[in-house]
């Protein structure tokens, strides 16, 4: 499964749910056989085991028996609401339908193998130019459910570098109900440790901000990019609640350790001798040539 791929109708990408960790997991693993060559349909199970998890998560194999079987039948009554427009606006129909109407839980072998709704297919095949896609490898390692769902949300606007959400487009769209109504709780556990995790496990970075309607927070703004690229748009200064992450390759938004070491003025972070890099070839780009 290391070059799987995951495609999504941006209608589900936006829709309103909760899944857990294991059960996104679960999930995300069926998607990523539909195969693209051919019609999906809901009579096809999809089988994934404890081993596959395992081995897709990095976590130990006793941990991803225990939480499959529970998982999986967590996943027979969870419910997903789909709206025909983004972040909720413009509403012109609402569906309210199951992700899959099949489990079967294979005890000897450790495997779980569902069959996709029928209210769902659509949504996972017969896609043209209204999807989502992004390799499953980029949100394996990941350990929340929101990291997973914020992730997706940008992938899904990857060639844009900036998303803005309504707080209470986000609270519907992670299915929250009740929790976490002050603001400040929200930001902490939803989305500071899903930006945190994104920078570290995928292959983008983000940064988020804050925009007040009156006095009240009313929208976060995301901006992102992929690490390796040399052409992404970079944010030009330090955001309240961001954390930037360094890749694997020892690179901060895509640019080497080595050069900011190099180019590092005394007492300067990491962090922040990379931003001033960031800032300082924009302006070079925005000037143009020297004549």
Same mark, same amino acid.
């Given at each position: 499964? #290391?070059?799987?791929?995951?495609? #999504? @109708?941006?209608?589900?990408?936006? &829709?309103?749910?909760?899944?857990?960790?294991?059960?996104?997991?679960?999930?995300? &693993?069926?998607?990523?056989?539909?195969?693209?060559?051919?019609?999906?349909?809901?009579?096809?199970?999809?089988?994934?085991?404890?081993?596959?998890?395992?081995?897709?998560?990095?976590?130990?194999?006793?941990?991803?028996?225990?939480?499959? #079987?529970?998982?999986?039948?967590?996943?027979?009554?969870?419910?997903?609401?789909?709206?025909?427009?983004?972040?909720?606006?413009?509403?012109?129909?609402?569906?309210?339908?199951?992700?899959?109407?099949?489990?079967?839980?294979?005890?000897?072998?450790?495997?779980?193998?569902?069959?996709?709704?029928?209210?769902?297919?659509?949504? !996972?095949?017969?896609?043209?130019?209204?999807?989502?896609?992004?390799?499953?490898?980029?949100?394996?390692?990941?350990?929340? @459910?929101?990291?997973?769902?914020?992730?997706?949300?940008?992938?899904?606007?990857?060639?844009?570098?900036?998303?803005?959400?309504?707080?209470?487009?986000?609270?519907?769209?992670?299915?929250?109900?009740?929790?976490?109504?002050?603001?400040?709780?929200?930001?902490?556990?939803?989305?500071?440790?899903?930006?945190?995790?994104?920078?570290?496990?995928?292959?983008?970075?983000?940064?988020?901000?804050?925009?007040?309607?009156?006095?009240?927070?009313?929208?976060?703004?995301?901006?992102?990019?992929?690490?390796?690229?040399?052409?992404?748009?970079?944010?030009?200064?330090?955001?309240?609640?961001?954390?930037?992450?360094?890749?694997?390759?020892?690179?901060?938004?895509?640019?080497?350790?080595?050069?900011?070491?190099?180019?590092?003025?005394?007492?300067?972070?990491?962090?922040?001798?990379?931003?001033?890099?960031?800032?300082?070839?924009?302006?070079?780009?925005? !000037?143009?040539? !020297?004549?």
């Amino acid at each position: 499964m #290391k070059d799987a791929q995951i495609y #999504k @109708a941006n209608a589900l990408v936006e &829709a309103s749910y909760r899944l857990s960790l294991y059960e996104q997991r679960v999930v995300l &693993a069926c998607i990523a056989q539909v195969r693209r060559d051919e019609p999906l349909t809901d009579q096809k199970l999809y089988r994934i085991s404890a081993q596959e998890i395992a081995d897709m998560s990095g976590t130990q194999l006793g941990t991803a028996y225990q939480n499959l #079987k529970s998982a999986s039948e967590r996943l027979f009554e969870r419910r997903v609401t789909l709206h025909t427009a983004p972040n909720g606006v413009g509403k012109t129909k609402v569906l309210l339908t199951r992700w899959v109407q099949t489990v079967e839980y294979d005890e000897g072998e450790g495997a779980v193998s569902l069959r996709f709704g029928t209210d769902m297919v659509p949504y !996972l095949s017969q896609l043209t130019e209204q999807f989502t896609r992004y390799a499953l490898a980029d949100i394996a390692k990941m350990s929340s @459910a929101h990291a997973v769902r914020l992730y997706e949300m940008l992938a899904q606007w990857r060639g844009a570098g900036e998303r803005v959400a309504s707080i209470d487009w986000l609270r519907e769209a992670f299915q929250l109900e009740d929790r976490y109504p002050n603001i400040r709780d929200f930001k902490r556990w939803v989305i500071e440790p899903a930006v945190e995790q994104i920078n570290e496990h995928s292959p983008l970075w983000v940064k988020w901000d804050q925009r007040k309607t009156g006095r009240r927070v009313s929208h976060l703004v995301f901006t992102f990019g992929d690490k390796t690229s040399q052409n992404q748009k970079f944010p030009t200064s330090k955001k309240k609640g961001s954390k930037p992450k360094r890749s694997p390759q020892g690179a901060l938004f895509g640019i080497p350790r080595a050069i900011i070491e190099q180019n590092a003025r005394p007492g300067e972070s990491y962090d922040d001798a990379a931003l001033r890099l960031l800032d300082e070839s924009k302006r070079q780009q925005e !000037l143009g040539p !020297l004549t």
